[in-house]
């Protein structure tokens, strides 16, 4: 019988951070810190417009770009948090959440041969989203000496002929690090010397402790050339509604309504006049939510110092990501004995790709109760490493 799976899709790795979920879900007493998603409910009035919308019987398809109104609150909200001005029927496309905003911008930009740059470390779903969309991708290492941000000089190094797309993850997952406006301004002069494309994925937007967002596509010269991709599981606590959007060139987003159109249809429809709600009067939920992850972003932050731990203070998303390099061990060997011998549950640098060896992702969307007990562990685990070293 011939082979009945697609050679592309098996040569893509399954998600590294799937591994550890999988293990910790048959052991006990286990703290994860591995989740990258809200420990908070959905605000209550985002979940009663979902609820009453329900009731009302809004169960019908909405147009394929998603309801009007909350395009034109998607707009609203853009042009005074980051200063972008959008066409809401045009302009703005409603996805499932912020993934499948990833997946169809690659398809609709992308010819096959054409390369992708993806800084890494990073989010999981760039490179086979690329893959699956037949670009070749190319991997930017990024530098714990640089904060983990993407240098013009890096930038340039990366660009050949076929070179099209570039990611921007920033805010970052995994390291929670962030672009300035300065380094921004940097590469942006690279992107329209050389013409290429950004898919700029912003879903950690409000999730930024210290200084404000900026948006690559609010610089000159960068809005006819960026995809803006957001959504609402990070910022509202809003994972399971699973609802995102993009916005940019009228072209472009043709092109990719189209393929959401024969794909998804719409976005859930429910979701989408929670969203609306969100967008009107919720920024005092994500003031708190955020004013909460800051404070255990200094926690954690105190913890390493106190365990000597080295780790760079990230401003942004709601991880951070130590260094472990000291102890000799691969990330997922460190992982593994800290799982099994202290019963806490963190993700593999290398999840994120080869150049996160030697670190560690940690989450702080928990409870501080349960970041104190995990981070306890944590220093006895660590403190008993040290002791090994020493007696080598």
Known sequence: MRNPLSDKVLGIEPSGIRKFFDIVSEMDDVISLGVGEPDFDTPWHIRDEGIYSL??????????????????EI???????????????HETLITVGGSEAI???????????????????????YLPCAVLADGVPKIIELKAENEF?????????????????????????????????EDLEAIAEVIIEKDLFVLSDEIYSELTYGSEHVSIASLPGMRE?????????????????????????AEIIAQMTKIHQFAIMCAPTNSQYAAVEALRHGDRDVAEMREAYNGRRRYLMHAFQEMGLPCFEPFGAFYVFPCIKEFGMSSDEFATRLLEEE?????PGTAFGACGEGFLRIS??????????????????VKRLKEEKNHE
């Open 103 to 125: 997946d169809i911008a690659m398809r609709a930009l992308l010819n096959p041969g054409e390369e992708v740059l993806i800084p890494q470390p990073s989010y999981v779903s």
């Open 149 to 181: 941000r993407l240098t013009a000089e890096e930038l340039r190094e990366s660009i050949t002929e076929k070179t099209k797309l570039l990611v921007l993850p920033f805010p970052n997952n995994p390291t929670g690090a962030i672009m300035t406006r």
């Open 55 to 72: 009731e009302r019987g809004r169960t019908f398809y909405t147009s394929n770009a998603g309801l009007k109104e909350l395009r034109e």
């Open 343 to 347: 019963r806490v549950a963190v993700v």
């Open 75 to 89: 707009c609203r909200y853009l042009k005074r948090r980051c200063n972008l001005e959008y066409d809401p029927i």
């Open 364 to 381: 702080y969307a928990y409870s501080l109760e349960d970041l104190k007990v995990a981070l306890g562990r944590l220093e006895h685990f």
């Open 225 to 249: 050339r960026t995809l803006t991709i957001n959504g609402f599981s990070k910022s509202y606590a809003m994972t399971g509604w699973r609802l995102g959007y993009v916005c940019g060139p």
